[in-house]
């Protein structure tokens, strides 16, 4: 579809930015005005003093936390800690988590399972640890039926300020998808989007957003969880028919089979803290072969620059590393220099909301 052509579907009334230095990095604050009932909300978005968090990284209380983890008891009650506390803070931001998650797993989700499952796929290592407090990861059925509240409690946690969730995703999203209409128009030869894929698509929450902005285009969720899917597929069902029916697959992101240039845009959104570096770099690798000349990449994930991850409470922080094994390691990547390494150029990154950073980068031409 011609970018030009769509309007957000977000009441994002404005949105003013500081200029961009040399090295394609925004300064620091950015401010989104948008709708809330009868007066405008604003949020600052602030960058902290440091590269990163010192409680992530190789800093001494990141080795101490890294110990305490390490402690099996210990590490048990952390997790379990962890999990109640985002069903708490969750339900107490008017998310229904438990409603939520009974809701998928006394329905016909199971269903979708056959039809979605990749018999042959082989899982990489990483991608089998215990991952935000279930002992299985991401590959079972609990951890899907709690994805969609787990996200939408995400995004109240960054705009804690929103009075619903609609209003979060407002900046949330709305920034996120500002972000790829503008670099795409800027920095691509054509201002088509045709084909979208979404890396580790998870329940559907971010390919449902980009299905729902660019109507003209094929898009395609891509995960590793066959559970994930199969309760994205099934949402989707209820949801009814679109006129670009969203595609489901089950791959591997670093070697997903698809043809190379095939899509316009990829996009991965909150993925990458879950990797390890050389994950990072074959995901990287394997989009720039999926995209066209001119095509778009955009990576939504934690911010270290954050001021707000920066200055985190031992309690929280502490309870979110016992949940994320490789949060170290996606601290200290270089991710714009990973990205201009695999052959990206025009990489620009700034925060889209106090916790996150968006970063967009080209294919060249």
Not at 152 to 180: C, F, H
Not at 321 to 332: A, G, R, V, W
Request: proline fraction near 5%; glycine fraction near 6%.
């Amino acid at each position: 579809m011609a970018l030009s052509s769509h309007t957000h579907s977000f009441s994002v009334l404005s949105v003013s930015k500081t200029t961009e230095n040399g090295n394609g990095r925004r300064r620091a604050r950015m401010v989104v005005k948008m709708a809330a009932s009868t007066s405008e909300m604003a949020a600052d978005f602030e960058e902290g003093q440091l590269e990163r968090p010192k409680w992530s990284g190789k800093t001494p209380l990141s080795r101490l936390v890294g110990a305490l983890i390490a402690f099996k008891p210990l590490s048990s009650v952390l997790k379990l800690g962890a999990r109640q506390v985002l069903i708490r803070t969750a339900e107490k931001g008017d998310i229904p988590w438990r409603e939520m998650t009974k809701e998928i797993l006394e329905s016909d989700v199971y269903k979708e399972l056959e039809s979605i499952q990749n018999p042959s796929l082989v899982y990489p290592d990483y991608y089998l640890n215990p991952f935000h407090a279930y002992d299985e990861g991401n590959l079972s059925w609990l951890a899907a039926a709690e994805a969609e509240a787990a996200t939408m409690s995400m995004v109240r946690r960054a705009i804690p300020n929103a009075s619903t969730v609609d209003e979060a995703n407002q900046v949330v999203r709305g920034n996120w998808l500002q972000e790829i209409e503008q670099h795409h128009l800027q920095y691509s030869r054509t201002t088509i989007i045709r084909d979208i894929l979404d890396i580790g698509c998870s329940v559907g929450v971010s390919t449902r957003f980009l299905a729902d902005k660019f109507t003209s285009a094929n898009v395609t969720g891509l995960d590793l969880s066959p559970y994930f899917l199969s309760v994205a597929q099934y949402k989707e069902k209820k949801k009814g028919p679109r006129k670009n029916p969203i595609k489901w697959t089950h791959a591997n992101a670093e070697d997903t089979g698809f043809a190379p240039q095939s899509f316009d845009l990829v996009s991965i959104s909150y993925v990458f803290h879950e990797c390890p570096e050389r994950a990072i770099i074959n995901i990287l690798k394997e989009a720039f072969r999926l995209l066209r000349p001119g095509g778009t990449i955009v990576v939504s994930d934690q911010s270290p620059k954050s001021k707000i991850l920066q200055e985190m409470s031992p309690v929280l922080f502490t309870l979110l590393k016992s949940t994320e094994p490789f949060l170290d390691e996606y601290h200290l990547t270089d991710l714009e220099g990973r990205m201009k390494g695999v052959g990206f150029i025009n990489v620009q990154t700034g925060l889209t909301d106090p916790r996150h950073r968006t970063l967009t980068a080209t294919v060249p031409c």
